[in-house]
């Protein structure tokens, strides 16, 4: 039997209308998306209060259909070569230290859009060196040569999320998505380059079971993963398939103590925490951590 009986920490604090303006401001300014808005992310007020917001590369409309993802399906405009530099701007402008890129999936591109992503990294990098840049990415086919652009603009941190468990990963992801193809991307960037700081979330309570997250922690680990984060699936519209489950308190702190027994060091596990969501906060624990 689930418990679809909705929680306390599902009510979220309103977004400061000021700090609200002064963003959408910028991004207007510079005509830029960011997954905050295009995912209904529920972690938006907190991140935008701190001036902090996950940049959408490519456009808002995606070539792929996951179940769970509330971003905008269909065929995608052309790509914005302006972007890349506008993001860069748009990050010095509202004075950031941390900065996530991630993407819709496009599938129409011939290299998926990893050169995109390359520009985007150098173009930040350039502005301000000390930015810390993380990249949350589609696995690009496991294509090396696509996958090597992303690394040869030498990004801090690079995410991609496996979702959930295998049993459900056919059902709630796009049939493109993989589950094994997901793991065998993050082997593949620490194969790539050792020293690069990899990253993979998951959502709960789409029916996975104990054992099914334990599997999976196992094969994240295998995968040499440095940072796992794991939080509650929420419907974010109606189109969007419904939550089997609201997992208690406690069932995340027995997720965050079953990895740490496995070896994975640096783990967020709470119903709100997102893949972006303290990034920051993760990234600098776990590198004082690796520099030890």
């Known amino acids: 039997m689930y418990n679809i009986k909705k929680p306390n920490w599902l009510k979220v604090s309103a977004l400061d209308e000021g700090v609200y303006l002064n963003i959408k401001e910028v991004l207007d300014k510079y005509n830029l998306k960011t ?3 295009s995912a209904l992310c529920p972690n938006i007020n907190k991140c935008w209060q701190e001036k902090s917001a996950t940049f959408l590369l490519m456009g808002d409309t995606c070539t ?9 399906k269909g065929k995608p405009n052309k790509l914005n070569n302006d972007e890349p530099f506008n993001i860069a701007l748009a990050a010095k402008e509202l004075g950031l230290e941390y900065v996530v890129l991630t993407c819709v999936d496009r599938d129409d591109l011939s290299d998926f859009g990893a050169r995109h992503f390359y520009r985007a990294v150098k173009e930040i ?8 840049v993380e990249i949350l990415v589609p696995d690009f086919s496991l294509n090396e040569e696509y996958i090597n652009i992303l690394l040869n603009a030498k990004p801090d941190v690079v995410a991609h999320n496996l979702e959930t468990v295998r049993k459900l990963s056919p059902y709630i992801r796009d049939k493109r998505a993989n589950y094994d193809k997901s793991q065998e991307f993050l082997k593949l960037i620490k194969k790539l380059d050792s020293k690069i700081k990899t990253k993979t979330s998951l959502l709960v309570g789409l029916g ?30 109606s189109k969007q398939i419904k939550v089997k489950e609201f997992i208690d308190i406690q069932k995340f702190e027995q997720y965050k103590g079953l990895a740490k027994e496995l070896g994975i060091k640096h783990i967020a596990s709470s119903p709100l925490a997102r893949s972006s969501y303290n990034a920051k906060a993760l990234y600098a624990n776990q590198s004082l ?3 030890h």
């Not at 996975?208 to 984060?229: A, F, G, P, Q, R």
Request: charged residues 25%.
């Open 208 to 237: 996975e079971s104990e054992n099914e997250m334990l599997k999976t922690l196992e094969d994240i680990k295998k995968s040499n993963v440095d940072i796992v984060v794991i939080g509650q699936y929420l419907q974010p519209s």
């Open 64 to 72: 792929r259909n996951c179940r769970f993802c509330a971003v905008k």
């Open 35 to 37: 997954v905050c808005q």
């Open 289 to 291: 951590n690796l520099n």
């Open 125 to 132: 990098k350039n502005i301000n060196n000390n930015i810390i």
